[in-house]
């Protein structure tokens, strides 16, 4: 009985390869098309595919423009986004890297968890031929950043000078009397979260701000609420919290509300990285006091791009990565929080795909180069979103 | 006498199912997602994809057979992985060489230490394991807080040739071990009667304390290989690993009450199903979360077809 089995087993395996072959004819996967030099006008690029490992499931405003400035990138040449959902640690990024590549996507774009997965990624995607990108995050490792940057794989990326917000938050929170700092920052080996400890380090040390604790990691809601009632309970000296990153969802308001619940809102400077959808009913409250944000919609929206553009044949820099570093926006008041969450957290993207594809898409404008990039990113504030899309985007 | 043949043909093939349960599963995840996927589950670089998953599953399940052909449990696997790979990865910073000593050492010192939580104090398996788990667990993100790297040179150590070797020298030991050794029997018939297995001579202690450090140790594998993929060690390495290899054991056809119909081969061809059920879904574009609810499902599906309800004398 078990022969029979293996038997059938086997026969049924060997007719079953047969069903993908008229299927498979041209999935070799990362072929880019290659046009020739400069874009012809009235034609596109052939269909591609671009895949997206992200915390799909989280409901949080930022994560879900995230998404939104991240399709408007890859439909503004005509691509398919290809969303799986991942936990954003280094085994799930890698498995789903693995799988996106099984499907036959031609690019990859994802928030690498920490620097030493990238060779990893590399090799698969080399060996698949398929072109990859990175969002939020620089290599600090020299060898690996080395490594990857020589990879005729690896389309670029943006990232943001944290150490230098971390730095210039502190120093502003110092501006408005805080003597006594405890920090919220990502979890320790991720990239950003080093960079911005030392941002505050440094920031600490020229102030003489006592960094009296930092909490590393906090994902949930129920974490943050336990981690600041123990701030308040060992440090009554405490008059400033520093959120330099997390991942926890609504954040902000987990943190007013057990800073409320002990009478302490608008006693304690809050600060933030990354905007909150949260931010204008406390600024408006003088419970919070400064954020530094931004690049959370504008960095994966042009991190995508210069993916698609490798993509689809015409890189921004030829036979190198293009490495973008964007701006840190700064918000003080409810009025600049309430344009952010109309103009930023909305269904419109910060460059809606025609803006992409006029200005950002060497395909269909072939003077487009670095320099339009940067100056893409000198230009680009909550005001100039706020101006270009005021008839998009019902108030 | 027709109903006399009819009854006993109806016995035999459900007797039959429940034997080739794990064959008759693999041939029908197999061929339903190779057509849900258009033919792509069976391309040649899907199927290092596939192996990859089973890999990893694969070691878990077959250091769990021995637990299981026992009666017991094991809710820690993912917990020590997760651990061997933290220590493993700051025992790379001391010196490389150290780091697949360590990872194998600490599955095998967390696994003693189930074995004798288990089989010297009697703690039940189930809770007992689930208590070490967050007592791992907790230790692994309270030593990592965060992730630590390890150089990438250690990649050499991900290739498949490597995993494969691995993977058949380890398949070989353990499969003559389980099957053919006096241990393997003695697991077997602890696992039917532990009261009639000691009076029959076998130390049961120290048969359970052993079975619990085999799981230890694979486990350490597992955590030294998941470390050597991502270069990587963090405290989620090892997340929900142990319902995954639960998960592909039964899918392979092992009866939860363990015992002599326990055959070894539930856990290569549970582990080849379960990876390629994930591997499918996968490519089929369904979410994590959908994945999650399906597996729950077939979980159950698969307790309600092979629970032997006539030899469980307790329900664990």
Redesign the interface.
């Given at each position: 009985m078990k022969k029979v089995l293996s038997l059938i087993l086997a026969i049924t395996l060997a007719v079953s390869t047969l069903a993908g072959c008229s299927n498979n004819a041209g999935t070799a996967s990362g072929t880019s098309s290659a046009p020739t030099s400069s874009a012809v006008s009235g034609q596109n690029p052939k269909k591609f595919k671009i895949g997206f490992p992200w915390a799909t499931s989280s409901t949080d405003p930022t994560f879900v423009s995230i998404v939104t400035n991240v399709k408007a990138a890859v439909e503004s040449a005509g691509g398919e986004l290809v969303l799986v959902e991942s936990d954003l640690t280094a085994d799930s990024l890698v498995n789903n890297v693995s799988d996106l590549i099984s499907r036959g996507v031609d690019g990859i774009i994802f928030m690498p968890a920490s620097d030493s997965m990238l060779p990893t990624v590399d090799r698969m995607c080399s060996d698949a031929g398929v072109y990859y990108s990175t969002m939020f995050r620089t290599i600090s490792d020299t060898t690996i950043r080395n490594q990857i940057y020589s990879s005729k794989y690896f389309a670029g990326g943006c990232n943001e000078d944290d150490e230098k917000c971390a730095y210039n938050i502190t120093k502003t929170l110092s501006s408005q009397g805080v003597k006594n700092l405890c920090v919220i920052n990502i979890a320790k080996g991720d990239t950003s979260s080093d960079l911005r400890d030392s941002g505050v380090a440094k920031a600490v040390k020229e102030t003489g701000i006592k960094l009296l604790n930092t909490t590393y990691g906090i994902t949930v809601q129920t974490d943050m609420t336990k981690t600041i009632e123990s701030y308040i309970a060992a440090y009554p000296e405490m008059d400033g919290i520093l959120i330099a990153g997390t991942y926890c969802p609504a954040a902000l308001p987990t943190i007013e509300k057990a800073l409320s619940d002990h009478n302490l809102a608008g006693k304690i400077k809050v600060g933030r990285i990354d905007f909150d959808f949260t931010m204008g009913q406390y600024f408006a409250n003088k419970s919070f006091n400064v954020a530094y944000g931004g690049q959370q919609q504008i960095d994966p929206l042009l991190s995508t791009v210069i993916l698609v553009n490798s993509v689809i044949g015409t890189p921004i820099v030829k036979d190198k990565p293009f490495i973008l570093v964007t701006n840190y926006l700064e918000l003080t008041s409810k009025s600049e929080a309430d344009n952010f969450l109309t103009y930023f957290l909305g269904d419109t993207p910060v460059y809606t795909s025609d803006e992409i594809k006029k200005n950002l898409i060497k395909f269909y404008n072939s003077n487009i180069n670095e320099d339009t990039f940067k100056k893409t990113v000198d230009s680009f504030t909550v005001a100039d979103v706020a101006a270009r899309h005021k008839d998009l985007v019902k108030k | 006498m027709v109903a006399q043949f009819i009854g006993k043909n109806k016995l035999n093939m459900k007797e039959?199912v429940r034997n080739?349960f794990s064959?008759?599963g693999?041939?029908i995840v197999?061929?339903v997602f190779?057509?849900l996927?258009?033919?792509?589950?069976?391309?040649p670089?899907?199927l290092m994809?596939i192996f990859?998953?089973f890999f990893s599953i694969g070691l878990g399940a077959m250091g769990v057979v021995f637990l299981m052909s026992l009666g017991e449990l094991d809710l820690s696997v993912g917990a020590i992985a997760g651990l061997s790979a933290a220590l493993a990865s700051y025992a790379g910073q001391i010196n490389l060489a150290l780091i697949l000593p360590v990872a194998i050492l600490t599955g095998l010192a967390i696994g003693l230490l189930n074995g004798v939580m288990i089989a010297r104090l009697r703690v039940e398996s189930f809770i007992g394991t689930l208590a070490m788990s967050f007592v791992v667990r907790g230790i692994t993100?309270w030593l990592?807080?965060?992730?630590?790297?390890?150089p990438?040179s250690m990649?050499v150590f991900?290739q498949n040739s490597v995993k494969i070797f691995v993977f058949v020298a380890l398949l070989v030991a353990l499969f003559l071990l389980f099957e053919f050794s006096a241990y393997g029997k003695q697991c077997r018939s602890v696992g039917a009667s532990a009261d009639a297995a000691r009076q029959s001579g076998v130390k049961v202690e120290k048969v359970r304390t052993m079975a619990f450090v085999i799981s230890g140790l694979m486990c350490g594998l597992v955590g030294f290989f998941?470390l050597v993929?991502?270069?990587?060690a963090?405290?989620?390495?090892g997340?929900a690993f142990e319902f995954d290899v639960l998960l592909a054991v039964l899918f392979g056809g092992m009866p939860l009450t363990g015992g002599w119909p326990v055959k070894f081969r539930a856990a290569i061809l549970g582990s080849i199903a379960m990876s390629v059920m994930k591997?499918g879904m996968?490519?089929m574009?369904i979410?994590?979360?959908t994945q999650q609810i399906v597996e729950g499902v077939i979980l159950i599906a698969i307790v309600v077809i092979a629970f032997d309800r006539k030899s469980a004398n307790v329900i664990k």
């Open positions: - | 039959t080739y064959f008759i693999l041939l197999t061929v190779e057509f996927t258009e033919g792509n589950l069976l391309q670089r899907n994809n990859n998953n993100t990592l807080n965060g992730s630590v790297g390890i990438v990649r991900d998941s993929r991502t270069c990587t963090s405290s989620k390495t997340n591997n996968s490519l574009g979410d994590g979360l």
